[in-house]
């Protein structure tokens, strides 16, 4: 509980940042309500460190379109590479005023935003 953010944006996004300790799993794929697989998902299911070769990958998503060009990634669908260490300085981040964004997309961006890979 203390690790919930406590600024309102964060409290309704919050498992796409939590997701990445669920390490009982090696991968996770995280997809909001509102996307529609138009295709089977097996090969990120079954195959999640396909999208992630390398150990600083800990995050694969779909590309944005913003502004005109394809530039950031999108948080409604993430593969995440599970990791213990790396939810704990997420969430240490949270914490410090300094990194606290708009949205779960543009924190998650500032993160990760070098070591992720679009799918």
């Known amino acids: 509980r203390d690790q919930m ?3 309102p944006r964060f409290r309704n996004t ?3 940042l939590a997701v990445q300790g669920l ?3 090696a991968h996770v794929l995280l997809m909001d309500v509102d996307t529609i697989a138009v295709d089977s998902l097996d090969g990120l299911l079954l ?6 070769p390398r150990p600083a990958q800990t995050l694969a998503a779909v590309m944005d379109f913003h502004g005109g060009r394809w530039s950031t990634y999108n948080t409604g669908m993430l593969l995440w590479r599970t990791s213990a ?7 240490s981040l949270l914490r410090n005023s300094t990194t606290r964004h708009q949205s779960d997309q543009t924190f998650l ?7 992720s890979e679009a799918v």
Do not use: D, I
């Open 5 to 7: 953010p406590r600024f």
């Open 14 to 16: 919050f498992c796409k």
């Open 23 to 25: 390490v009982e799993y």
């Open 47 to 52: 195959e999640g460190g396909r999208h992630l």
């Open 85 to 91: 260490a790396l939810v704990a300085r997420l969430f």
């Open 109 to 115: 961006n500032g993160v990760y935003g070098k070591r």
